[in-house]
């Protein structure tokens, strides 16, 4: 192999130690002190190999190494650094650093191509991250950012995503200036852990993915009447504790009975206002996460969660409102880029097998800018993922790497 399993190891190994909650799994939040050394780390290891870097007005980070026609549209690769809290050293990390051991292949054998390549690190990836606020950087990238909603996103203390990035040392008044082109970028593709079963159970280390889920996230605050838990009667009670249950089942019923094993919806987070065992809560905020492979299922189920969210909310005497994190719609990924990549692994003897991603991942929002995304995917242990016990093997990682370099080397060509 071309690439070097040793380098891929240390990287990884290197970035879990910027990490806030040492022996409690990594949480690398963005615009932080820890994402800011995890940055450092790679633009010095970017640079080394010979790329040039830049930082986009979002805090996304891209390595360049120009092609013979520098002003021809680039091929990307690459992926994010943050991370949830207390979750695992793989995750989006490995594809910034597969992106990253490609392109030192490519420098230290003095490769040219018509086209740039670029390796590109995304900010605030993860939508259970600080601000759930998923795929910032590759939104931002896509035009989806304004002024105005970097100020009114917040993180569980009340920071916008305007503060953070003015601590970072960027300027939110110029986060429109991130927005590139539709056509901009040639190709882009992303290798990530598969964050699932499916390749560890079919002892299989590499997916090529053919499709990923639409996926809409939310909150939902629940607006109520406080009281004393022995002094209110039942009939009497405005709780939106009762009903947030009532909606929580109620969502699960919805993903249930939408006629596909496709269609998944999740609240993974749930909390009461003052919080106190015996108080009626104020207010209650959960999430919700709905996702699924068909755009119009998708959508039909979001409108039913919301006209249940409504009759609930009045069968129990309380006020609503959802605010809507991310939508992003279902993507097929380029069928062209595909065949490509099973023919690569065909020739390098690479074992794979097509794949559809349940996950979220930056590489859904780049068809706004590129007609060729596409996905690579390396098995992870057991299906684990966010969490601490997450592992993917560097032999499946630098595996990935091969059919990645081999993929991205070619498309420059084009």
Do not use: C
């Not at 390595?63 to 690459?78: F, I, K, Q, Y």
């Amino acid at each position: 192999m071309r690439t070097q399993l040793a380098r891929i190891k240390k990287d990884i190994e290197t970035l879990a130690q910027f990490n806030s909650t040492p022996g409690e799994g990594l949480t690398r939040l963005s615009y932080t002190m820890e994402y800011k050394q995890a940055q450092e780390y790679v633009i010095h290891e970017m640079k080394q190999a010979g790329l040039s870097v830049r930082i986009d007005p979002a805090g996304n980070t891209i390595g360049r190494w120009d092609g013979t026609e520098p002003d021809a549209a680039p091929v990307m690769s690459g992926s994010h650094l943050d991370s949830v809290p207390h979750g695992g050293i793989f995750d989006g990390i490995s594809g910034v650093i597969t992106a990253l051991e490609a392109a030192r292949v490519v420098s230290s054998e003095g490769m040219r191509f018509v086209r740039p390549i670029e390796v590109i690190v995304f900010v605030e990836e993860e939508g259970g991250g600080r601000f759930r606020s998923g795929l910032f950087g590759s939104r931002a990238l896509a035009g989806k950012i304004t002024r105005n909603m970097v100020r009114e996103i917040v993180d569980a203390r009340g920071i916008s995503i305007a503060k953070a990035m003015e601590d970072f040392g960027l300027d939110p008044d110029k986060i429109e200036e991130a927005a590139m082109e539709p056509a901009s970028i040639h190709a882009f593709i992303e290798l990530h852990i598969e964050q699932g079963p499916v390749l560890d159970e079919n002892n299989v280390p590499l997916g090529i993915v053919t499709a990923i889920f639409g996926i809409e996230e939310g909150t939902v605050t629940l607006s109520g009447v406080s009281g004393h838990a022995g002094a209110i009667p039942m009939a009497l009670r405005h709780d939106p504790m009762t009903a947030t249950a009532n909606m929580i089942m109620g969502i699960n019923q919805i993903a249930k009975s939408s006629g596909t094993k496709d269609a998944v919806g999740t609240v993974g987070l749930v909390q009461a206002y003052p919080g106190v065992i015996n108080i009626i809560p104020d207010n209650v905020v959960f999430t919700y996460d709905v996702r699924d492979t068909d755009n119009d299922r998708h959508q039909r189920m979001l409108s039913e969660i919301k006209e249940m969210v409504a009759r609930v909310a009045g069968e129990y005497g309380v006020k609503e409102d959802i605010t809507v994190n991310l939508n992003s719609p279902a993507v097929r990924l380029n069928e062209r880029v595909i065949a490509i990549m099973e023919d690569i692994a065909k020739e390098k003897g690479l074992s794979a097998q097509s794949i559809v991603s349940g996950a979220g991942h930056d590489a859904m929002v780049m068809p706004a800018i590129s007609e060729h995304v596409n996905m690579i995917f390396a098995r992870s242990k057991g299906g684990h993922s966010h969490r601490p016990d997450e592992r993917t093997e560097f032999e499946d990682l630098q595996a990935g790497s091969e059919l990645l370099l081999e993929t991205i080397t070619r498309l420059a060509n084009e």
